[in-house]
């Protein structure tokens, strides 16, 4: 039975029920106060009358603190705060986009959830900040595969109209990735040495082995780490031994597709929340044993304690 059948997909109240079970095992949470005994629950209340629902509309999941008196929500807190979509289009939206590998656009979650373009948008994007994990574990330690793979693409236009040479009129992005493990990207200025070195060393253990192609960028930079070999890729060499960087030029790949295939655009100062996107469907893919549920489970839990609303679309929040 597809997993889409699930209650939750589509009866508001057992979608309040799941999120509750998701983000509190151990019982409600109050956000305002931090309580978790003296909670409430208020069935039967309603939202205010509208033309359109004279009536009201039931509030699904309404709670009370005893503590401090404020209602709340298990919406509250989280990406779902303040969002006008119905909490099972939510999960409908999210298992699209975990399950997806190229990822879905705002265009097809307007079709296929019957919601306006601008609310699919903002969805999306919504639920891009939830996959970001912001990961402080070094790669390439203990229990790795020791060896972590540096290389950077270019991807898109930049706004601005000034002339640039070489790769310059589009946005850089850098990728570290360790074999059989995860990838951390980044959206950096440039690919100079003085961009990528810094970010190289406080995302590797000393203990990793770099492997890079043949960049000048490249050259002596990480030579306090176990090793660092490069292949001559301006030689046509691409593969010597255990020395190659084809598992981050994959990675590369399917961003490209995604980016290209399905987003078609991109802004520079969205890029970040792509990269999040690509990186988490990555380090929770079939090969490391997730499917599409526990990914999707993944990205649930990444809502609580994240907000992003309309007039802050940019901002940065703790992970």
Known sequence: MSILAAKHFHDEAAAFEELEAILWPEGPVCPHCGAMDRIYDLKGVRSKPSKKNPEGIERHGLKKCGHCKKQFTVRV????????????KWFQAIHMMVSSKKGVSSHQLHRMLEVQYNTAWFMAHRIREAMRSGGLAPMGGNGGSGIVEVDETFIGRKSDKKKRQGHGHKHAVLSLVERGGEVRSFHVATSSAAEVTPIVNANVAKEAKIMTDDGRHYIRQFDD??????????????????????????????????????????????????????DFRYNARSALGVEDTARGLKAIKGAKGKRLTYRRPNAEFAT
């Open 77 to 88: 807190g989280t990406i779902f705060e303040d969002s006008h979509a119905p909490l099972h």
């Open 225 to 278: 780490y176990a090793s660092h070999e490069t292949v001559q890729h301006t030689k046509d060499e691409y593969v010597r031994g255990e020395v190659h960087t084809n598992t981050v030029e994959g990675y590369f790949s399917v961003f490209k597709r995604g980016m290209k295939g399905v987003y078609q655009h991109c802004s520079e100062k969205h890029l970040h929340r792509y990269l999040a996107e690509f």
